[in-house]
């Protein structure tokens, strides 16, 4: 174990991987069960699940930057922003 002490790694950057490990596996169940159907968004581009997720967790990491930036520290309110963020790329983008 000591080839990894230089990552620092906490509880909470464990449960961040495996968290999107377990969506990558959820949506892999998912593509399987249920094929995809690629839609448009308001965006006016067409999209998967897969790319909204990539959206999703691309605009959590920004969401999360700018509130270190702006506010400071405590991100508990970052992470909720993230959630609605979450729902509204799953349901209109």
Not at 29 to 41: D, M, S
Request: hydrophobic share 60%; net charge positive; proline share 3%.
């Amino acid at each position: 174990m000591e080839h990894l002490a230089w990552m620092a790694w906490t509880w909470q950057t464990g449960a961040f991987f495996a968290l999107v490990a377990g969506l990558l596996a959820l949506l892999t169940a998912l593509a399987l069960n249920r094929p995809e159907i690629a839609r448009p968004g308001i965006l006016g581009i067409t999209t998967t699940r897969g790319d909204r997720l990539f959206i999703t967790l691309l605009g959590s990491a920004f969401i999360h930057l700018a509130w270190l930036g702006l506010i400071g520290p405590n991100l508990e309110y970052a992470s909720a922003l993230s959630l609605l963020y979450a729902a509204a790329v799953f349901r209109w983008v």
